[in-house]
């Protein structure tokens, strides 16, 4: 029929005769005149095949509901919500005598399987990460909090993208000022944003200081750090487009938690919790230390340590300053391409880097040993913190300081130290306070920065034990 034909190109031409895009005329019961379009890319055939069979079966009958199936709604043809459902992966049957159209929710997007985030890794416990797939994520959170008061909103963001932002979080559990202020800025977003491709602009919106060192969201990828997250109150938010999801709201000791302190005994957890929270004082000052002491305060080493740094650094041809930042910037560099470079050629550019650089470096004269000790330090602490954001930050953070202390030495530290109190003091994470539960003290709370209590109060263990049985 020609007004079909030129219905099928007036179809192909709204989607710019793009060659996954499909629309063709196909037969339908009594005499209906019918067009099936969809694309390629983004549905199983075989799936659309049979579906197509099934509601050609029930129109042949003539049954009133023909089109109330499980993956199949019939509504009014609008050019607008036709072109709506096909980029979100749909099937549509358009009938024309009608006028109606009837669509498919049969996509078939391609995503990877939940394996264990590389950046996230754990020694025991749940190895599933979250995927490119929203389905599959709230899946894979549903499967382990079995409860219907789990809400899960949805928000649709970028005029061009269409972009999916879920956010969910259980109910009488969450703080509903910090539900509120999601939704406010995400509306806010949905409002201002033509594109979102990542989620970290989601972030940006959310976060109340983006030019902050600190994070003030959680990242994850893990389902089960999201469980926890969400059974303490928070709330969680997520994409149809990354495997990343943001929880807020947080605070700082939030980051130096890991699935690993409640997959071990108590002490274990315990002992690493402590290590994690010394490990960011040891990573932010312990550059600034050491270039304040052999700069300004010599006298605070024994007499044998002080003699054996003069004559060290007595060979570089300039200030400590300036060896910590060479060093730096070259364990940056090394970590950058450790990053970008294919996995095979990873523990080259480390052993290239860490022994060949390391000890001709010495050699030439550019930097004294303990600088080199130092730096090594320096690097292993900020690589403990469990978070990638925090890790991040930490890096950041010890250049300010080496200058502070290159310039003022135990003095520029002490202010350094007293303006990051002050900016952490002010900082919040979803309208919560970011230094809780130092500030505002809460002593009941303290504990769990540093100590991972056990989940049963430990019964009285026996005094002594008879062998016939009794024990007292």
Same mark, same amino acid.
């Given at each position: 029929?020609?007004?079909?034909?030129?219905?099928?190109?007036? @179809?192909?031409?709204?989607?710019?005769?793009? &060659?996954?895009?499909?629309?063709?005329?196909?037969?339908?019961?009594?005499?209906?005149?019918?067009?099936?379009?969809y694309y390629s890319s983004m549905v199983n055939k075989r799936d659309v095949q049979d579906q197509l069979n099934v509601l050609k079966l029930q129109a042949a009958v003539d049954e009133e509901k023909w089109t109330e199936t499980m993956a199949s709604?019939?509504?009014p043809f609008q050019m607008e919500k036709f072109v709506d459902y096909i980029c979100q992966g749909e099937t549509i049957i358009i009938l024309m005598t009608e006028q109606q159209m009837v669509h498919l929710t049969l996509p078939e997007v391609p995503h990877r399987s939940p394996d264990e985030p590389i950046n996230e890794h754990i020694v025991r416990?749940?190895?599933?990460?979250?995927?490119?797939?929203?389905?599959?994520? $709230?899946?894979? $959170?549903?499967?382990?909090?079995?409860?219907?008061?789990?809400?899960?909103?949805?928000?649709?963001?970028?005029?061009?993208?269409?972009?999916? /932002?879920?956010?969910?979080?259980?109910?009488? /559990?969450?703080?509903?000022? #910090? !539900?509120?202020?999601?939704?406010?800025?995400?509306?806010?977003?949905?409002?201002?944003?033509?594109? *979102?491709?990542?989620?970290?602009? %989601?972030?940006?919106?959310?976060?109340?200081?983006?030019?902050?060192?600190?994070?003030?969201?959680?990242?994850?990828?893990?389902?089960?750090?999201?469980?926890?997250?969400?059974?303490?109150?928070?709330?969680?938010?997520?994409?149809?487009?990354?495997?990343?999801?943001?929880?807020?709201? /947080?605070?700082?000791?939030?980051?130096?938690?890991?699935?690993?302190?409640?997959?071990? =005994?108590?002490?274990?957890?315990?002992?690493? =919790?402590?290590?994690?929270?010394?490990?960011?004082?040891?990573?932010?000052?312990?550059?600034?230390?050491? $270039?304040? $002491?052999?700069?300004?305060?010599?006298?605070?080493?024994?007499?044998?340590?002080?003699?054996? @740094?003069? @004559?060290?650094?007595?060979?570089?041809?300039?200030?400590?300053?300036?060896?910590?930042?060479?060093?730096?910037?070259?364990?940056?560099?090394?970590?950058?391409?450790?990053?970008?470079?294919?996995?095979?050629? %990873?523990?080259?550019?480390?052993?290239?880097?860490? *022994?060949?650089?390391?000890?001709?470096?010495?050699?030439?004269? *550019?930097?004294?040993?303990?600088?080199?000790? !130092?730096?090594?330090?320096?690097?292993?602490?900020?690589? &403990?913190?469990?978070?990638?954001?925090?890790?991040?930050?930490?890096?950041?953070?010890?250049?300010?300081?080496?200058?502070?202390?290159?310039?003022?030495?135990?003095?520029?530290?002490?202010?350094?130290?007293?303006?990051?109190? %002050?900016?952490? *003091?002010?900082?919040?994470?979803?309208?919560?306070?970011?230094? #809780?539960?130092?500030?505002?003290?809460?002593?009941?709370?303290?504990?769990?920065?540093?100590? =991972?209590?056990?989940? /049963?109060?430990?019964?009285?263990?026996?005094?002594?034990?008879?062998?016939?049985?009794?024990?007292?």
């Open positions: 029929m020609l007004f079909l034909e030129s219905m099928v190109d007036k @179809l192909k031409s709204t989607f710019y005769n793009s &060659v996954d895009f499909t629309a063709k005329e196909i037969s339908w019961p009594n005499e209906n005149y019918a067009i099936l379009c709604v019939k509504e416990g749940s190895h599933e990460g979250f995927i490119e797939n929203v389905d599959v994520n $709230i899946g894979l $959170i549903r499967k382990r909090i079995r409860v219907p008061n789990l809400v899960v909103n949805k928000m649709e963001i970028g005029v061009d993208t269409k972009t999916d /932002v879920y956010y969910m979080y259980l109910d009488q /559990v969450a703080n509903m000022q #910090s !539900v509120s202020e999601v939704e406010r800025k995400l509306k806010l977003m949905q409002e201002r944003t033509p594109t *979102l491709y990542t989620a970290g602009e %989601v972030g940006d919106y959310l976060e109340e200081s983006v030019y902050s060192p600190f994070p003030q969201l959680l990242n994850t990828e893990r389902p089960d750090r999201v469980l926890a997250n969400l059974v303490e109150g928070k709330i969680a938010i997520l994409t149809n487009i990354s495997p990343t999801v943001l929880i807020g709201p /947080v605070t700082f000791f939030s980051f130096y938690q890991s699935p690993d302190d409640y997959n071990g =005994r108590v002490l274990v957890g315990s002992f690493y =919790r402590i290590v994690r929270i010394f490990s960011f004082l040891s990573a932010v000052f312990l550059p600034a230390f050491y $270039i304040a $002491i052999v700069s300004f305060h010599f006298e605070v080493l024994p007499l044998e340590l002080s003699k054996k @740094l003069k @004559l060290d650094i007595g060979e570089i041809p300039y200030r400590p300053i300036i060896e910590a930042l060479l060093l730096e910037i070259i364990i940056e560099l090394i970590r950058e391409a450790s990053i970008r470079l294919p996995q095979a050629v %990873v523990q080259t550019i480390g052993i290239v880097g860490g *022994l060949v650089i390391g000890t001709v470096i010495v050699t030439a004269g *550019l930097v004294s040993n303990m600088m080199v000790i !130092v730096v090594a330090l320096t690097a292993i602490s900020s690589y &403990v913190v469990p978070s990638v954001e925090m890790n991040m930050s930490i890096r950041i953070l010890r250049f300010p300081f080496m200058l502070a202390a290159a310039f003022m030495g135990f003095f520029g530290i002490v202010i350094g130290s007293l303006v990051l109190f %002050v900016h952490l *003091l002010n900082l919040s994470s979803l309208k919560s306070p970011y230094f #809780s539960p130092v500030v505002p003290f809460e002593p009941k709370k303290i504990k769990t920065i540093f100590v =991972r209590g056990p989940f /049963v109060k430990p019964e009285p263990q026996v005094s002594s034990f008879d062998p016939e049985g009794n024990m007292k």
